[in-house]
């Protein structure tokens, strides 16, 4: 019988990645996903937009810009050189950083927390209920 442990769930933190079309209304439509867990040196983003519900909130928003600003979170996370000056920095300060309130068309929203013992599986669920 093979007895593998099982991995151990560890706290993670994520935050929404909200469009704001509109700053002065307030409405938004959830295109994301941040989530981190030092425990298991993980910090990813995943995002999914759909135009038709944020056109719904705007005729004109600029779809590329959004597009654009959401890519840039991705990168951020990956931390690669395409991350710009956030690229020298670890993981919990580059999340902190794309958590920082800010009054753009993506923000994000409060910080939460959870148990997981596989962030990247955590980080697709969480995009499938809150943003799909």
């Not at 994520?14 to 938004?28: D, I, K």
């Not at 038709?52 to 600003?69: H, I, M, Y």
Request: glycine letters at 8%; one cysteine or more; proline letters at 7%.
């Amino acid at each position: 019988m093979n007895h593998t442990p099982a991995r151990q769930r560890e706290v993670f933190e994520y935050a929404l990645l909200r469009v704001v079309p509109r700053v002065e209304r307030g409405e938004c439509v959830n295109a994301g996903v941040l989530l981190y867990s030092q425990a298991h040196s993980f910090l990813a983003a995943r995002t999914h937009l759909d135009p038709r519900r944020l056109r719904a909130l705007d005729p004109d928003v600029d779809l590329t810009g959004v597009q654009a600003a959401l890519r840039a979170a991705e990168r951020v996370c990956d931390g690669g050189s395409s991350a710009g000056q956030a690229a020298g920095d670890g993981p919990g300060r580059r999340f902190r950083w794309l958590v920082a309130p800010r009054s753009t068309v993506v923000q994000p929203g409060p910080v939460h927390s959870g148990l997981t013992a596989d962030p990247a599986a955590e980080l697709e669920r969480l995009l499938a209920t809150l943003v799909r």
